[in-house]
């Protein structure tokens, strides 16, 4: 349901229609914009009250702003953070599958090695039998 919320901005009451939700977001809300206008009417002397919250509409205009580039650079650090992790698990995959190779190549070359051995050990045996 709608609910009439009353606001007090720099002297000047105003009425916003709000959810009832929202009652008391609107007047926190409210309560900013009357300290900031008041603080634009006592630092920057505006000529009208509508000189005074067109500053302020400026001033957090400009803070909005700032923050939002600001939060932009940090989402794109994080993207290039993410971007240059993605570039390292790629080469640590590659890394993974290159060391999987050798060690496939060195147990082919240790069961060769061994067959070998194995080989050579018959052939020392059997002419050790036929020597005695």
């Not at 509409?57 to 650079?73: F, H, Q, Y």
């Not at 999987?100 to 061994?114: G, H, P, S, V, Y």
Request: net charge negative; aromatic share 4%.
């Amino acid at each position: 349901m709608a609910k009439k919320v009353e606001l007090l901005i720099n002297g000047s009451p105003y009425s916003v229609w709000c959810k009832e939700e929202d009652e008391t977001k609107i007047c926190r809300l409210g309560t900013t914009l009357e300290e900031r206008t008041s603080k634009v009417a006592r630092t920057l002397r505006p000529d009208s009250e509508a000189h005074a919250l067109f500053l302020t509409s400026l001033l957090l205009l400009s803070e909005i702003e700032t923050k939002a580039l600001k939060e932009k650079d940090e989402a794109d650090k994080v993207a290039q953070e993410v971007l240059e992790r993605g570039k390292q698990a790629e080469n640590d995959k590659k890394e993974i599958a290159s060391l999987k190779e050798a060690l496939a190549r060195a147990e082919n070359q240790i069961r060769f090695l061994a067959d070998r051995a194995e080989k050579t050990l018959a052939e020392v045996k059997e002419n050790l039998q036929k020597a005695a």
